[in-house]
């Protein structure tokens, strides 16, 4: 070609020579794929073939260790204690709570067994004013049974509680089930106190009801309401631990936080 230097004619001409052999090459290689796939590819001869691998063996139960082989039950078994009849008498439970959602709870305390709630719709009244409520347990042991607002609150927030026997012929809780709706207010020029613990001193391991279980307070001036059963009760400033302030139901339904309790932590009104 006129004009054109013969380095750049000879470059083009490789160019071409080797884009014909690429295709060459893949026209080649789709054709043997092709024949491959209708044919069916064959090893050569003299190659090994994989080992099929052995069948895993069939599924068996591992013998027992020697402390279960003496207590465990066979398996698929179903055999369970026979129930147990229960009756479970509430004396001097408030008219406002002989209703549902307020029931009674009863757990076993020596072992796994069932959890039982009884709400007081169930319940039959007594010509002495006492509520009954009859139910039966898997077993014989010690059971605890509890008074409580609502079936979440019957583990820690209970309004009262026993333990008794069950299996020894005297199949019969009897529950003191009195409370009182206790006015907790501040003292005499405290607007706003607390948040406070609230704790029973004969229990460490019960918790205020509902919202209070969070803290028990008073805001504006504005008084506030909770049932508590009978017993002794302390009010707590969960940042001073030695501000306190003890008082026990019935003997007082009204509890005014002391100045010491209630004194603002700011300085301010």
């Not at 290689?29 to 073939?49: D, E, I, K, N, Q």
């Not at 069932?114 to 002495?128: E, F, G």
């Not at 707590?236 to 501000?243: A, F, M, Q, W, Y």
């Amino acid at each position: 070609m006129p004009g054109l230097p013969e380095a750049f004619i000879r470059f083009v001409a490789y160019i071409l020579i080797a884009l014909l052999l690429a295709t060459a090459l893949g026209i080649g290689g789709y054709g043997a794929l092709l024949a491959m796939r209708r044919t069916g590819s064959v090893a050569p001869a003299g190659t090994p073939m994989p080992t099929p691998p052995e069948p895993l063996p069939a599924p068996a139960r591992l013998p027992a260790g020697s402390e279960f082989a003496r207590t465990a039950p066979a398996s698929g078994s179903t055999e369970r204690s026979p129930r147990q009849p229960l009756t479970i008498v509430l004396r001097d439970l408030p008219a406002p709570l002989r209703a549902d959602p307020v029931g009674v709870s009863v757990t076993p305390l020596d072992g796994p067994g069932d959890y039982i709630w009884l709400p007081l719709s169930l319940a039959s009244p007594m010509p002495n004013g006492d509520l009954e409520l009859a139910t039966s347990v898997f077993g014989t042991g010690e059971f605890a049974a509890t008074v409580a607002l609502d079936p979440f609150a019957a583990k820690a927030s209970w309004l009262a509680r026993t333990t008794a026997r069950v299996g020894t012929g005297q199949d019969r809780i009897v529950l003191d089930a009195a409370a009182a709706e206790v006015t907790l207010r501040p003292a005499e020029g405290v607007r706003h106190a607390g948040p406070f613990w609230l704790r029973r001193r004969d229990a460490a391991e019960w918790q205020a009801p509902g919202a209070a279980a969070a803290g028990v307070s008073v805001r504006d001036g504005k008084a506030s309401l909770l049932w508590l059963g009978h017993g002794d009760y302390e009010l707590c400033d969960p940042l001073r631990p030695e501000r306190t302030h003890a008082f026990t139901i019935p003997a007082t339904t009204t509890v005014e936080l002391s100045d010491a309790l209630a004194a603002p932590r700011t300085g301010r009104p």
